[in-house]
């Protein structure tokens, strides 16, 4: 780590204004990095020589005191975005030289502020994970690791490059996804913030579709101010999106001042699961008292339908995402596998071009919408996502925020969950919910378990109030003070 990739995107965005340093230099400093760190598989793209290019364009600007909000900032981009003439695979085998002609509006909008592209950063395929394990590009290594061991840890998933990346210091910040927790959990297990806004608060055009009524695009950055940053310029109303709400995007960075005087907090009864570990349920009891201290009041609240979340969401989101996937024939994009006649090379295609992983949630989800099992799984899953937004409706007429644990757990191990699915699926227990009512959530970085591993808290929000939600996340982690550090062991 050098003392330019240090700064936090708020000090490089603030010196890049000053021009105490140029974007040339930091963006070089980037590079750097990012070439030292292979053995975290971070990174599945380079785009050195365009980051320079953007750097320069950026400098000619800063230099006439010129340029946007993110000028010369260099980030990382998950590669579920699609970026013009830029390869974007989803990580999946099938998408093979995929170069988009067309930029994703949240990318198009970072370009517009100023913001440099680095490259595109690893993660699941199409987004399905909890580990970054199913990438067609191989697993990312987490830079944390376990006091006194060596073993290789996930970075948490789908969005597991952008973690690692941000966690690393190979980018001021990157872009991710969340459809059930894949913002907010890479980032509790890798000691950064992740935030996942409401449904509608950033447009999905572009973005390479997983669960279309679930996904969101979000930050996941050093801190909460730089998380508040980037999702001002991600957001926005999007005429290319139909689910992309038309309101003002808030100065969210402004908000971060507002404190929590006053502000109610509500702790749903129903996420202190069964078997959930002592440090994780002591680490939430602190957020509490961290709250109250600074001047909120805290009060149980009922989610009673929570245990039905994950059962809903994986329905929901296979049945989604094999309709969104059938579009990958061999004919459109990528991979292309010939056969005797046009059905034999679909279905040679798609054999080989996508992973175990997405051909289970693919079989899932047709099973879920055929015409036997429609009424008793997919409709029935409906309702339930309806009854679960209604709890948050309810809760939220008591309280103005909820605090919950991001994961039950902290990062584990690679290899350590990958033949059993369930227990990787058990990682969404507390982000789904989330997904499922459309809110937006946060994930800050809180304490350290026992091994030695950052563990994150989860702040749930009312619709469209981004702002309290990061007022209460700057409580935390004024609060926690977390100031660990993975040692750079793969820069050896
Ligand atoms: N881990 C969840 C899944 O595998 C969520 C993924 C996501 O949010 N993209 O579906």
Known sequence: ???????????????????????????GAYLKEMEAAGALNAYVTVTAEKAMEMAKASDAKLQKGQGGPLEGVPLGIKDLFCTKDVLTTACSHILDGFVPPYESTVTANLW?????????????????GSSNETSHYGAVVNPWRRKGSDAKLVPGGSSGGSSAA???????????????????QPAALTGTVGLKPTYGRCSRWGIVAFASSLDQAGPIARDVRDAAIMLRSMAGHDEKDTT????????????????????????????????????IDDLWTRGIEWLKAAGATVKEVSLPHTKYALPTYYIVAPAECSSNLARYDGVRYGLRVEGRDVTEMYENTR??????????????????????????????????????????????????????????????????????????????VFTVT???????????????????????LQLI????????????????????DFNAAPNAWWRA
Request: charged residues 25%.
């Open 244 to 279: 992309s709400v038309d309101r003002v995007v808030p100065d969210y960075e402004a908000a971060l001042a507002g404190g929590v005087k006053g502000l109610s907090v509500g702790i749903p009864k129903e996420y202190r699961v069964e078997g959930m570990p002592k440090e």
């Open 112 to 128: 517009r502020d100023g913001a440099v592209m680095l490259g595109k950063l690893n993660n699941d395929e199409f987004a399905m």
């Open 434 to 456: 989330v997904n499922l009512a459309g809110l937006p959530g946060i994930s800050v970085p809180a304490g350290l378990s026992g091994d030695g591993l950052p563990l994150g």
């Open 461 to 480: 929000g009312r619709t469209f109030d981004e702002e309290t939600l990061l007022r209460a996340a700057q409580a935390i982690e004024d609060a926690a």
């Open 166 to 184: 941000v966690a690393a210091r190979l980018c001021a910040a990157a872009t991710a996804t969340d459809t059930g927790g894949s913002i907010r």
């Open 1 to 27: 780590m050098t003392d330019l990739t240090s700064l936090t995107l708020a000090e490089a965005r603030d010196a890049l204004k000053k021009k105490e340093i140029t974007s040339v230099e930091l963006t």
């Open 351 to 428: 054999a080989a071009g996508f992973g175990a992983e997405v051909k289970r949630r693919i079989l899932m989800g047709t099973y879920v919408l055929s015409a036997g099992y429609y009424d008793a799984y997919y409709l029935k899953a409906q309702k339930l996502r309806t009854l679960i937004a209604r709890d948050f409706a309810e809760a939220f007429s008591e309280v103005d925020v909820l605090l919950t644990p991001t994961a039950p757990s902290a990062a584990f191990a690679i290899g350590e969950k990958t033949d059993d699915p369930l227990s990787m699926y058990l990682n969404d």
